[in-house]
């Protein structure tokens, strides 16, 4: 058993080690770099010797990135929600890849908000998350895998442990499920191209995704748009309970992300890159097991979480 097991670990050391040739001459473009993620693994490829090419959504964020890095980096403006934003940014990283082709598209950019009870929240308050970070993300990809494939590269797509089991209501578990569903389709269908897709499934970091502005705010303003029937169905102890809960997930989420850009980097760097990364104990510990419990036994414990509504049965 003992000899097994250092077998097994030299195994994943060997993997974990085993890196791509010539990083220095590889391009990476990654979306979403004003902030987070997706600017910290910029500046941390920069830091390998990577040619990384940072998409960024605010002219702001795109300088502030350009000055804190170097001239191995270079910055555009995208918004994934615009098709013309994406076709303009496509043919900007043609003319910087060239027929070297691109070795890695990481599909970072995300956002969480709105998100609360689905009953509270309108359709546009769906469509806002899920074109970010689904529709968004299957159009980027779509107009980047040319260069993709002519590189034999890989695809990185920003999922999350809310893509494995629906913790909160709104678009962002929605979206969530969407990538894990387009990534694992694509996986199958480009491996005879020799191109790898992982996912990225991290845990509850604290991250610009959850905007800046002050929960309880939030949350209010979603409550008091709400028809007065609904309000009087869910009932004021409910609202103040809801978000508290919120506020309490919020305060004990991660701030260490290192976890989560090192596994960016392996799925980029790697011979051997993972399908999926699991960054964070509670992905680990919670989310993961809650999602191969029957599906009695995870609804069950999800709902000791919620608060009771007033007119609960």
Same mark, same amino acid.
């Given at each position: 058993?003992a000899?097994?097991?250092?077998?097994?670990?030299m195994?994943?050391?060997?993997?974990?080690?085993?890196?791509?040739?010539?990083?220095?001459e590889?391009?990476v473009?990654?979306?979403?770099c004003?902030s987070?993620f997706?600017n910290?693994?910029a500046k941390?490829l920069?830091?390998r010797?990577m040619?990384?090419?940072a998409?960024?959504f605010?002219?702001?964020?795109?300088?502030?990135?350009?000055?804190?890095?170097?001239?191995?980096?270079q910055?555009t403006?995208l918004d994934?929600?615009?098709?013309?934003?994406i076709?303009?940014?496509?043919?900007?990283?043609?003319?910087?890849?060239g027929e070297?082709?691109?070795?890695a598209l990481?599909?970072?950019?995300g956002?969480g908000?709105?998100?609360g009870?689905?009953?509270?929240?309108?359709?546009?308050d769906f469509?806002?998350?899920?074109n970010?970070?689904?529709?968004?993300?299957?159009?980027?990809?779509?107009?980047?895998?040319?260069?993709?494939?002519?590189?034999?590269?890989?695809?990185?797509n920003m999922?999350?442990?809310?893509?494995? $089991? *629906?913790?909160?209501g709104g678009?962002?578990c929605?979206?969530?499920?969407?990538?894990?569903?387009? %990534?694992? @389709?694509? &996986?199958?269908?480009?491996h005879?191209?020799?191109?790898?897709?992982c996912?990225?499934?991290p845990?509850?970091?604290?991250t610009?995704?959850l905007?800046?502005?002050?929960?309880?705010?939030r949350?209010?303003k979603?409550?008091?748009?709400?028809?007065?029937?609904t309000r009087d169905?869910y009932?004021?102890?409910y609202?103040r309970?809801y978000?508290?809960?919120?506020?309490?997930?919020?305060? $004990? *989420?991660?701030?260490r992300?290192r976890?989560?850009i090192?596994?960016?980097?392996?799925?980029?760097? %790697?011979? @051997?890159p &993972?399908i999926?990364?699991?960054?964070?104990l509670d992905?680990?510990?919670?989310?993961i097991?809650?999602a191969?419990l029957?599906?009695p036994?995870?609804d069950f414990?999800l709902?000791?979480?919620?608060?009771?509504?007033?007119?609960?049965v």
């Amino acid at each position: 058993m003992a000899a097994l097991t250092d077998l097994s670990f030299m195994y994943r050391w060997f993997k974990n080690c085993n890196l791509v040739g010539n990083l220095s001459e590889k391009y990476v473009f990654i979306t979403g770099c004003d902030s987070g993620f997706g600017n910290l693994l910029a500046k941390q490829l920069v830091d390998r010797g990577m040619r990384v090419l940072a998409a960024c959504f605010t002219e702001e964020g795109a300088q502030k990135l350009q000055q804190d890095t170097s001239y191995r980096l270079q910055t555009t403006l995208l918004d994934v929600t615009k098709s013309e934003s994406i076709k303009t940014a496509a043919q900007w990283l043609r003319d910087q890849v060239g027929e070297q082709g691109l070795w890695a598209l990481v599909n970072n950019a995300g956002v969480g908000l709105p998100s609360g009870p689905n009953e509270w929240l309108t359709k546009e308050d769906f469509v806002k998350v899920i074109n970010v970070n689904l529709v968004g993300l299957i159009e980027v990809t779509l107009h980047m895998l040319p260069m993709v494939k002519r590189a034999r590269g890989r695809v990185i797509n920003m999922s999350s442990c809310g893509g494995l $089991v *629906a913790v909160i209501g709104g678009g962002y578990c929605v979206s969530k499920f969407g990538v894990e569903a387009f %990534s694992d @389709s694509i &996986r199958r269908e480009l491996h005879y191209f020799g191109v790898k897709v992982c996912i990225i499934e991290p845990g509850n970091y604290r991250t610009a995704i959850l905007g800046k502005e002050n929960l309880e705010s939030r949350m209010r303003k979603l409550w008091e748009r709400l028809p007065q029937e609904t309000r009087d169905s869910y009932g004021e102890e409910y609202f103040r309970n809801y978000t508290d809960k919120l506020k309490n997930i919020m305060q $004990v *989420a991660e701030p260490r992300v290192r976890d989560v850009i090192n596994s960016m980097e392996h799925a980029i760097v %790697s011979r @051997s890159p &993972r399908i999926r990364y699991n960054p964070g104990l509670d992905a680990k510990l919670l989310y993961i097991p809650l999602a191969k419990l029957p599906t009695p036994v995870t609804d069950f414990i999800l709902s000791r979480y919620l608060p009771r509504p007033a007119d609960s049965v």
